[in-house]
């Protein structure tokens, strides 16, 4: 426990002030949506606030200029779209949430986006001088396309093995004894969303996609069916159950491919970092929209669940997690670029809107360090990361379709893993070997998170509690740890 508060203790120091930011990777939620029971989903008013005060928050600290961590060479009031890298799977509630987020970066220009014409008049740009920053809707991503329509976790991975891992979770003792317990409780509730859900959908089966309704609702709608039964009690367990559900769908410490999604988010955050690093600073911020289950398939993966079980639950909306790439290295600039040595990387959270929940450090894979040098980071996202065809379907047990394609083409023996050693021509290490070409070819198949149920915001609570009610044959509330991940 010592421990623990200690770490909390150092989650809001500020950045060393000989430290110079030379890049980040983000990852991002979307804004408050409508519910997936009632697909299609949108982004509401709401959401879309959300993440614009989102990226607001990381324009005063990274972008402006007078921002709190300067970002080296980043341009502060207009956007140049080759030092941005922004991508979103081709789902509106993610693409929405990354325009309304990227407003809050990049606001308009005004007087800054005047275009003076050969006679003499000037014209400035609709909207006050809106920026249109590209969005790429590449399906290589973490979130598969639609996956704020999908009510099944590993819906859209393509992943057989990951498939097959989280289906297995389904015929659990831990799950089937939930299910058992927890019969009355939904059944209980079921006045509050039989127009939605029928008696025999009202189970532990459907924990997110209930609790998703009814969370929705409790934000929205001045009346509620039956709303005397929704005690905070109720609404507590039923985010517990939600909570406990989806993380035993997202990953499994004993069977890491269920974690599909946290592998390929890793790949491609080493793969962007690292392009920062050999480019020299060049294109130094990336942002990638997605969906829930690849927060928790990459919390699993990192071993974050053994700093606080908090982040065994589903993130808020509007949530974000940042990889900081930073120096000690004086006077940087792209003619004076720091070597790897001299580059470390930090992790930040923030559960719910940054502008609200301001971001948190927190240490990765295990350690105490909550600054961990590019090699050893390199090395650990080694580990787990999947960024190529080849290690994919290997992983995957996909033998079909461009994994045939890869199978034929290939004769290394696709152990599923990236490998952090490769070195390109300055001496930058490539930490995941092949990712850099090899992710434009993953395409439909790693769209990984049509997975779980959405989730709606809701607090990080104990997994123990769940357990030790399955044991006893009824379900408990659960008990909040710590702070919210």
């Not at 060393?16 to 519910?35: C, K, N, Q, W």
């Amino acid at each position: 426990m010592a421990i623990k508060a200690f770490l909390l203790s150092l989650a809001t120091l500020p950045l060393a002030s000989s430290e110079t930011v030379l890049g980040v990777y983000i990852f991002h939620r979307h804004g408050d949506r409508t519910p997936k029971a009632l697909a299609p989903t949108n982004l509401t008013a709401l959401g879309a606030d959300e993440v614009f005060q989102s990226g607001t928050y990381y324009r005063n600290k990274y972008i402006a200029s007078n921002a709190s961590a300067p970002i080296v060479g980043l341009s502060n009031d207009i956007a140049v779209p080759t030092q941005l890298n922004i991508i979103s799977p081709s789902d509106s509630v993610l693409q929405s949430s990354a325009i309304a987020f990227l407003q809050g970066i990049y606001p308009p220009a005004g007087t800054n986006s005047v275009s003076i014409l050969a006679n003499k008049s000037e014209v400035v740009a609709p909207l006050g001088g809106y920026q249109y920053i590209p969005v790429s809707t590449s399906s290589v991503t973490a979130s598969s396309a639609n996956s704020e329509n999908s009510e099944w976790l590993q819906g859209g991975s393509g992943c057989g093995n990951a498939v097959v891992s989280s289906n297995n979770y389904l015929v659990s003792t831990e799950y089937t004894s939930l299910l058992s317990s927890t019969k009355s409780f939904y059944a209980d509730l079921l006045p509050v969303y039989n127009a939605t859900f029928s008696a025999s959908q009202a189970t532990f089966k459907n924990a997110y996609t209930i609790f998703d309704l009814v969370n929705v609702a409790t934000i929205h709608n001045s009346s509620i069916p039956s709303s005397q039964l929704l005690t905070n009690e109720t609404l507590f367990q039923l985010r517990t159950l939600a909570d406990n559900h989806e993380w035993n769908l997202a990953y499994n410490s004993s069977d890491p491919i269920r974690a599909i999604a946290g592998a390929t988010l890793a790949a491609q955050i080493v793969q962007q970092l690292n392009a920062t690093l050999t480019k020299k600073g060049s294109t130094p911020v990336s942002i990638q929209f997605g969906a829930y289950a690849s927060f928790m398939s990459f919390f699993g993966l990192a071993q974050l669940q053994k700093v606080s079980v908090d982040f065994t639950g589903v993130v808020d909306y509007a949530s974000s997690i940042v990889f900081e790439l930073v120096t000690n290295a004086t006077d940087v600039s792209s003619s004076n670029y720091p070597s790897t040595d001299d580059v470390s990387v930090r992790f930040y959270l923030a559960n719910g809107t940054a502008a609200i929940n301001e971001p948190k450090v927190y240490p990765l894979f295990g350690q105490e360090d909550t600054l961990v040098s590019w090699s050893t980071f390199t090395s650990e996202m080694g580990k787990f990361a999947i960024g190529d065809t080849e290690s994919w379907c290997a992983a995957c047990g996909n033998t079909t379709g461009i994994c045939a394609t890869s199978a034929s083409t290939s004769g290394s023996d696709g152990s599923g893993s990236t490998e952090a050693s490769t070195k390109s021509g300055n001496g930058v290490t490539l930490p995941v070997a092949g990712v850099i070409g090899a992710l434009v070819t993953l395409v439909v198949i790693l769209g990984v998170e049509g997975l779980v149920y959405a989730v709606a915001g809701l607090k990080l609570v104990k997994k123990s509690t769940l357990a030790a009610a399955a044991a006893a044959g009824t379900a408990t509330t659960g008990t909040t740890a710590g702070v919210k991940a």
